[in-house]
């Protein structure tokens, strides 16, 4: 078995025709509290429920069906050409749920980002289509959880907020709970707020605002790169720049100009720790170019967070974070160890505990609460490389 957890059929009969049962079945995995929906060839329909995955279907999906699926979803009848020729396809769709209105009355809207990619199936072509669900609305700092700490450094006056994680941690929702508070609470930031995203995820036209204006745009669609949509800000006066993933040397240049001349950025990155960050965002540039990028990045980043979701007591899941503010007396002693030793001396800054925290401390703090249990801690802490740490306050 490929899947653990107990099997919800939503009608043991059904089989997927066409759009209407792919409707039924993304719903039907949102009534279940599922982050992740996978049609995949010669698989039943498979749901993520707090990491676990569990069958939706009995009916086993076969390469027509998949096509189907693959065409209703994207609105593409070229699709299967595409994914035939090597192209993966990556898009936001929306699915309207007839049984149920928001505050405004109108038809709940449940969206979905959804990668469509060919692969191999007993010897001939396969299609996987992973579909994450994305909540109506962008959450709150409050419903997530987000530490005071990290909340009040959150919008500087110029600066990156970086917030790093594995695939799956929920670094774009803590982005967008942020976005929300700008946009909603009384904070330094006023004005024009734009969105580079690919593709975008939670929606934000619809939250009111008494103080700011939000763009949002689709890399791909409206414009080609992140770089070029950094740079395409500064020519619009920009209060705030959400910059979806620092993902190659051009976004970060394009970034770290943009800090350079006095904007805040929400951005994120792939990293283990945060310690780890800006080595990471360094080793994307030449070996000529990397102490030059290492200072720029360290110059213009102010708070680097990192998260992990792990199991909650009594089921669901926590997001367990780490942060630390770059202080001018943290850049100072970073510069001073220089990239070659600065992930040593971020861990021992963040050790300290003075304007940030560490994961330790996170894990001892959510396993005194009762959180979470000893083996999760344990798993974290051996993850963030504290292996010989005593799990006990």
Request: proline letters at 4%; hydrophobic letters at 40%.
């Amino acid at each position: 078995m490929l899947w653990t957890g107990p099997t919800n059929y939503p009608d043991e009969t059904i089989v997927v025709h066409g759009r209407d049962e792919v409707t039924r079945l993304l719903l039907h995995a949102v009534s279940l509290g599922a982050s992740d929906v996978i049609f995949q060839t010669g698989r039943p329909v498979l749901a993520s429920v707090h990491g676990h995955l569990s069958a939706l279907t009995q009916v086993w999906l076969q390469p027509m069906t998949l096509a189907r699926i693959a065409t209703e979803l994207t609105s593409t009848d070229s699709i299967m050409s595409k994914l035939y020729s090597g192209q993966d396809f990556d898009r936001a769709i929306s699915v309207v749920d007839r049984a149920s209105r928001g505050r405004d009355g109108e038809h709940l809207q449940h969206r979905f980002r959804i990668n469509v990619t060919a692969g191999n199936h007993e010897g001939d072509i396969g299609v996987q289509i992973v579909c994450r669900h994305i909540p109506a609305e962008p959450p709150t700092v409050a419903a997530l959880g987000v530490e005071a700490a990290i909340v009040e450094e959150s919008t500087p006056a110029q600066g990156a907020v970086v917030i790093a994680g594995e695939t799956g941690s929920g670094k774009t929702t803590t982005l967008a709970a942020l976005m929300r508070r700008v946009l909603e609470e009384p904070t330094p930031i006023h004005g024009n707020v734009i969105t580079y995203e690919a593709p975008i995820e939670f929606v934000f036209e619809h939250v009111p605002s008494a103080t700011c204006t939000v763009m949002q745009h689709e890399i791909g669609l409206h414009l080609p790169s992140f770089a070029a949509g950094v740079r395409n800000s500064l020519r619009r006066k920009p209060a705030l720049l959400l910059v979806g993933e620092l993902r190659d040397m051009d976004t970060i240049l394009a970034s770290v100009e943009a800090a350079q001349t006095g904007h805040p950025i929400y951005t994120t990155t792939h990293a283990n720790d945060v310690a780890q960050i800006l080595r990471r965002l360094t080793l994307k540039f030449p070996t000529d170019l990397q102490d030059q990028a290492f200072h720029d990045v360290l110059a213009t980043t102010h708070l680097l967070v990192s998260q992990l979701l792990v199991p909650r007591v009594g089921g669901g899941r926590i997001c367990l974070r780490e942060w630390q503010v770059l202080t001018d007396r943290v850049r100072r002693e970073v510069t001073k160890a220089g990239m070659a030793h600065a992930v040593e001396a971020l861990r021992t800054i963040i050790q300290r505990g003075e304007d940030g925290r560490s994961m330790l401390a996170s894990v001892q703090a959510a396993l005194r609460e009762g959180l979470i249990d000893t083996r999760t801690a344990r798993r974290v802490l051996d993850r963030y490389g504290y292996r010989d740490a005593r799990l006990a306050a």
